[in-house]
Structures are given as C-alpha cells and as structure tokens.
C-alpha cells in the first residue's frame, strides 16, 4: 500500500491509498493487523508489516443482515464477529474461512473483555461478553474456536423491556494481591467496577452444565456503581478505554465516553474497594455546535491525551489541562468518518471513514507535557519529561531553584541551580545576597565537580573561594565558643558544631582537584589562613604540604616546645632548623625534653 504522507503537530497523518470493495463500516487495529468489517459481509485482514498479504474473508449472512460489532484480542490473533440478527462467529489468525459458534447465538456480542495473562495462540484464555440486552457472559475459546464452556454471570438491565447495553468491558488481574482481578462494565449511564479473588483452576475438563466459570466470585456482593443523573439515551455516544491496554501490568488511565461528556482519570487496581479503583476523574464535557452538543464518533486514549474524531475533524486533548493540543480537519474529503482506534502494540491511531483509512503516528507527543507539570509546579516529572530537551530542561531547573531560594532550601536549591546553564556569577549572587554558607557552599562544591580536568583556572578560583568560605565559617563559630559555666548547652553544642566544620574543612583539603590548587597557590593560602589567625588550619595545611620549617615555627610560636621538638626530632631535620631557633627558646626547654 502506498502512502500519502503529511507532517501535522504532534501527529503525522498518513493516507493508505487502497480502495475497498465496499463501504467499511469498521476498523480495528492490534499487534500491527488491520481488521475491516465491509458493508457487504467481507472482513479485511491487512498485516501491516506484509501489506501485500491482506485477505478478504466472507462471512455468511442474510440478505438483511450485517457485520455489527468487531471484537479483535490485542494479540490480533482471535476475533468475534458479532452479526446484527444475532450470529457470532470467530476468525483466527490461521483461518481462511469463519466459524460459527452456536453456543453463542441469539446474542449481539457488544463488547468483549480479554485476557490477557492467559490468552495464547490458539487459545484466549477466560474472558467475559458483553451484550446488547446487558447480559454478560463468561467464556473460553480454544484449538481456535471450539467453545470450553459458557455461563452467564451477570445483568445489568433490571428492566428487560428497556435493556441497557454493555459498550465497553476491561478484564485486567490487579495488581496486588495474587489472583485477584478487576472488572469494568460500561453502559451508556452506569460504570459498573467488580474486583475478587478468582480460581485458576484449569478448565480442560470443564462442560457448559460443570462449572460457573472463574469469575462468579467478582459478582458475590453488591458492586457501588458510577451512576449518570439522569441516565442518558442507549443511543447516545458510549465506550469505555483503558491506558495501557496491552501487556501484563494492569491500566493506569481510563476514559468513559457518555452522552454528558468524557470522564477520565486514573485507574489503581490496588485498592481494596472496586468502587476506589477510579480516582482523580474529571470530566471533559463535549463541545457544542449550532446550540447542541457535537458527539464524537469514537475516542482512543494515550498516556496523556484523549483523542476524539467528530463527523469533521479528529482532535487530541490534553488529560492534563485539557487543552486541545492537536487538531485535524478532515472534512469530507476523505469520505464519511466512521471513527478512530488505537493500535495497543504499536501505539498508531487510525481514523476511518466509508471509504478510506488513515494512519495518524505519533511524533514526540509528549512534547508539551513538561511545561503542563512545570506550570503545576512538579518540578521531578517536568525534568523528567523534558530530559531530552535541553533549553526546556534548564528552564525547569531554574524554576525549581527559585522555588527552593524563596522557601529558604538553600542547599536544595544550590544542588539544583548547579546542574542549570545560568552564568555563574549570577547564580552565586543569589546565595551571597541570601547571606546563606550552606548554599553557597554547596553551589560552589557542586560547580567544582563539574569541571573539566584541564579547566585550571576555573579550578583554582572556586578552590580559593571555597577556602575562604570555610574559613570564614570556622572563625565565626570559634570566636562565639563561651565558657561552660556560661551555659552548658551553647558551649558544648558550639564547641560540636566547630569540631563539625573542621572536619569538613579538612575532608574538602583532601580532595584532589583542593590539593592541586594549593600546592600551586601555597603562598596565598598561607595568607589566607593568616588573616583569619586559624592556627589549627595553618598546621594542619603545613602537615598535608610537608612544610615542617611552618610547622615547627607555629609551634615555638604557640609556646609548643615539646611538639616543635618532637617534630624536628622525627623528621631529622635538627640540624637544618636550628639555626631558626632562638637561644631563649633552647634555654626554655625542659630538661627533661633533652634526655
């Protein structure tokens, strides 16, 4: 199939240039196989991958009767063909030719929910039916088509004279506990939520008179239901959707398409009342055209977009500000829309009309959804979704930082404003002007780890400036030390907090970019040390730099003559260092130091 491509927004539209036998009347898409439901009673199987490959497959019918309902599992391996005057037929993947299941007839099959822990090739595994008339069933299709049992297990018409539909069932095993699964029957009016624990027990031996199938248990109690007041029309437009419908975990998003409007929101099928399973819904009312409400003829879901095609135009909105964010008139050039479905596995949305098909890819489409969090204030999942955007990123960062300044989260704030593209000096301003150490010195740490090894310069000038700050920092906790029978409390937490910062001080003298620099800038960090009369640093850096000569001299200066001399004594250097040592100190020294 050739293709007709056009770039739009966060989609790229798609026209498949094939022209069908007859009107298509439905079009479902899964695991990459396109199924189409002809006006004539032929169904199209277009393997996407092998387009070459499409087969028409005849489905026998009355002269006034049609295809009604598709039912295609998201493996695209089994399908239910659901005939308006009430045939049920199946179709799989290795069929040439339909089969009929009689154990199913008198029932228009509106909606199917399946399994999809359990479905393999040639099997599907339990899943549950949903008709017409509100009946649901509970069923197994195996060896591709042979029906292992089939039990009704509910109703959800209490009037028989006024049936409502089922239009949309979700089977999903829940998340936590082991064998507890959840199910959602939607009607025009009422969102019916079932969760319990069900029986794996195989059913290989099961008959239709044997056994009440696995999911009887969901039904035991009464179920708190999602009600519309008042209940809209049965022809009203309907569905329900889940996000993700494909693989083992269970959805996390939903959407319920009802005459009112679209309810949406999350889905959490950990929780232990089926009723609390939807949660944070909103609902997007429809829009209105000429004073009354223009219905979408059909809606598919994705992560974070509700996607609704109208008699005109298809159009994405927003799940989270609900903001239409993509929009494509169709007109009628393309035919008659009939509606839209999204492929689980692939993630393509395909819109059809009577007489065409189109393919809508989606291209970045999450691309806006970091300004939404960013403008929500969700700092973490605005990174994380502008991860490979890198002027969106930092936009971000500077926006969290600023938030962090003004709740005085110094550090936290200087960790973030690190990782940004904003000058430096601008951004060290702003803890200076703070009067916050903590940031400051954090900021500074953290711009220091980020450099390149050849970047010297750059080096040496946070490793200065850094030195000044924790000097400055000891000296002012050192000089508010009080005496302890001026107060216990503040002496000994002082004397702690200054026992603190000098080992933090002497751990970033450790570093090896701090050990660079100073050996190279010895000197004026000698001077530094000097202004801010921090003896105990002054020894400490003279140790790491071996410069026994300052050491010995800082302690004859402090009246240390024991420590001096062990020190001359230790590195041998007596006779090199002697001729610094004033006769009044050797007469000082104890005796007892000489023996």
Request: hydrophobic content about 40%; glycine content about 6%; aromatic content about 8%.
């Amino acid at each position: 199939m050739e293709e007709e491509k056009k770039d739009e927004g966060i989609f790229t539209k798609q026209k498949i240039n094939f022209h069908p036998k007859s009107e298509i009347t439905n079009l479902l898409a899964c695991n990459n196989l396109l199924v189409l439901a002809l006006k004539n009673g032929v169904v199209m199987r277009i393997p996407l991958q092998q387009p070459d490959k499409q087969t028409e497959i005849d489905v026998p019918h009355s002269s006034g009767d049609r295809i009604a309902h598709l039912h295609l599992d998201p493996t695209g391996k089994h399908l239910l063909i659901s005939m308006a005057e009430g045939d049920v037929f199946y179709l799989h993947a290795s069929m040439s030719k339909v089969k009929a299941l009689p154990k199913l007839k008198g029932n228009v099959i509106s909606a199917v929910g399946w399994n999809q822990q359990f479905g393999k090739d040639m099997d599907t595994g339990f899943i549950v039916v949903g008709t017409s008339k509100g009946l649901l069933f509970e069923t197994e299709l195996v060896q591709a088509g042979q029906v292992q049992y089939w039990k009704q297990l509910y109703s959800v018409s209490d009037d028989p004279s006024q049936p409502q539909p089922i239009v949309g069932l979700e089977l999903h095993r829940c998340s936590t506990p082991p064998n507890r699964w959840c199910l959602f029957v939607a009607t025009p009016g009422t969102l019916y939520p079932f969760a319990g624990t069900v029986s794996l027990q195989s059913t290989s031996t099961w008959t239709t008179t044997e056994h009440s199938g696995h999911l009887l248990p969901l039904f035991l109690a009464d179920a708190r239901i999602h009600t519309l007041d008042p209940v809209p029309p049965t022809n009203g437009p309907t569905g329900l959707k889940v996000y993700p419908m494909f693989g083992d975990d269970p959805p996390t998003r939903f959407a319920w398409v009802t005459a009112v409007g679209v309810k949406y929101g999350r889905m959490d099928t950990s929780a232990a009342d089926a009723f609390r399973m939807t949660v944070d819904d909103e609902l997007l009312t429809h829009p209105e055209m000429n004073g009354r409400p223009d219905f979408p003829l059909g809606i598919a879901l994705t992560e974070f977009h509700l996607l609704l095609v109208y008699h005109d135009r298809l159009v994405a909105v927003s799940t989270m500000n609900e903001q239409v964010m993509y929009e494509d008139y169709l007109g009628q050039k393309f035919g008659k829309i009939g509606g839209v479905t999204r492929d689980p596995a692939s993630g393509m949305i395909w819109v059809f009309t009577d007489k065409s098909v189109l393919r809508y890819r989606p291209v970045d489409e999450a691309r806006y959804v970091w300004k939404i969090y960013l403008d929500r204030g969700e700092y973490l999942l605005a990174r994380q979704h502008a991860s490979g955007n890198q002027s969106a990123f930092d936009l971000v960062l500077r926006k969290q930082g600023e938030k962090l300044i003004n709740e005085k989260k110094f550090v936290a704030a200087a960790e973030v404003l690190s990782m940004t593209n904003a000058p430096f000096e601008e951004t060290a301003l702003k803890f200076v002007t703070a009067e916050d150490r903590n940031g400051l010195k954090t900021f500074l740490e953290k711009k220091l780890d980020q450099l390149e090894p050849m970047d010297k310069t750059r080096r040496d000038m946070l490793v200065l400036w850094l030195l000044e700050v924790h000097l400055t920092e000891l000296g002012e906790v050192k000089s508010g030390v009080v005496p302890a029978d001026q107060g216990p409390t503040k002496t000994e937490f002082d004397q702690a907090r200054y026992k603190a910062l000098r080992e933090q001080f002497r751990f970033f003298l450790g570093r090896t970019a701090v050990v660079e620099t100073i050996k190279g800038n010895s000197e004026s960090v000698y001077q530094m040390m000097n202004t801010h009369g921090d003896t105990d640093s002054l020894l400490f850096f003279a140790h790491m730099l071996r410069d026994y000569d300052t050491v010995v001299n800082l302690h004859i200066q402090q009246e240390m003559h024991q420590d001096a001399l062990k020190v001359l004594v230790s590195q041998l250097l007596i006779t090199s260092c002697l001729r610094i040592i004033s006769v009044e100190y050797i007469i000082n020294l104890p005796l007892s130091s000489l023996a």
